[in-house]
């Protein structure tokens, strides 16, 4: 079996900016990728100077080329399972296919968990989003409701009225806004509307209003939303790799898997990068987050080779 210098696990922005520094380096480089990357649904990647606007897998078919032309390898794959032995990691593929490489670089990101809301799922990247920063200028000028699960809505409603000035907080399962939350609403021109959200509405693939229990609709155009976030790193459990729950102000955020300043986590020999890390980084600063943690990487590599240079002239 070949041995690489390191297995990339994940294809995304983080995975491939890692991959190209460490191929750059003359590191022998296989990246694993399933094809399934978190910002699949969006029709354009934003905030990506120089490639704003850009399709998701454009940008990533641009990366691929680059990391190939530096003679990496890629396969299409989900890694199932990662053990490690005396000098190498392994990881295991759903096909039954393994790799073997000195270190892993882990960019697999998270999954977005959505709310509970009858056809919600299929608005999802669409007039369905979550991030006003990512997407909110595509429905500037909108009517634009934001459903609340918790009270960070009353944070990010804030976001979209700065995009729009007709917008509606659905309270949803959220709590009821204090008494100096309400003041804000109010000042900024924000509905509000008490009740649960029942089922999403839509016309001729476009979202119309959301049905509240006992069968009123309130007319809408595009629909913010709050996500659970969970990491895809389920694999990595044999290496005794877990993830810690992220929580801002008491709210569940979701779960990462921590790494120290270089992108090193717990696990010697594994690092990670990208929204696996940190979930609210766009993808800009995951690609930027890749680069670093390829370059912590890299110097593992390199101390742990002059140790065995320097043993090898003791001998």
Request: glycine share 12%; hydrophobic share 40%.
């Amino acid at each position: 079996m070949t041995k690489y210098d390191v297995i990339v696990v994940g294809g995304g922005a983080a995975g491939l900016s890692g991959a190209l520094a460490l191929v750059r380096s003359r590191r022998s480089v296989l990246v694993v990728d399933d094809g399934t990357p978190r910002n699949a649904p969006a029709e354009g990647v934003h905030n990506y100077l120089t490639r704003d606007g850009v399709p998701p897998a454009e940008l990533y078919a641009l990366g691929r080329d680059e990391v190939i032309g530096y003679g990496g390898e890629f396969v299409t794959g989900t890694v199932t399972r990662a053990q490690r032995s005396a000098d190498a990691f392994t990881v295991e593929l759903a096909d039954g296919t393994a790799y073997q490489g000195r270190r892993l670089l882990v960019t697999t990101g998270l999954v977005d968990v959505l709310p509970d809301v009858a056809g919600l799922a299929e608005r999802w990247g669409k007039d369905v989003l979550h991030c006003p920063y990512c997407h909110g200028w595509e429905v500037r000028d909108q009517a634009i409701g934001v459903l609340a699960t918790s009270s960070m809505a009353l944070h990010q409603v804030q976001l979209f009225r700065q995009l729009s000035d007709d917008v509606t907080l659905f309270l949803h399962t959220a709590p009821e806004p204090t008494e100096e939350q309400w003041e804000e609403l109010a000042a900024r021109g924000i509905s509000v509307v008490q009740g649960k959200v029942e089922q999403v509405e839509v016309e001729n693939d476009r979202l119309t209003g959301l049905r509240l229990e006992g069968g009123t609709v309130v007319p809408r155009q595009a629909l913010a939303i709050q996500t659970t976030l969970r990491a895809r790193s389920d694999f990595l459990a044999d290496l005794g790799l877990e993830t810690t729950v992220l929580e801002v102000n008491g709210i569940l955020i979701g779960t990462v898997v921590p790494v120290d300043g270089t992108g090193a986590t717990k696990v010697p020999g594994v690092f990670a990068a990208g929204n696996l890390t940190d979930p609210k980084a766009q993808v800009m600063p995951s690609a930027a987050a890749g680069l670093m943690a390829a370059g912590g990487l890299n110097m593992n590599l390199i101390t742990e080779e002059i140790e065995l240079a320097v043993a090898g002239r003791s001998s």
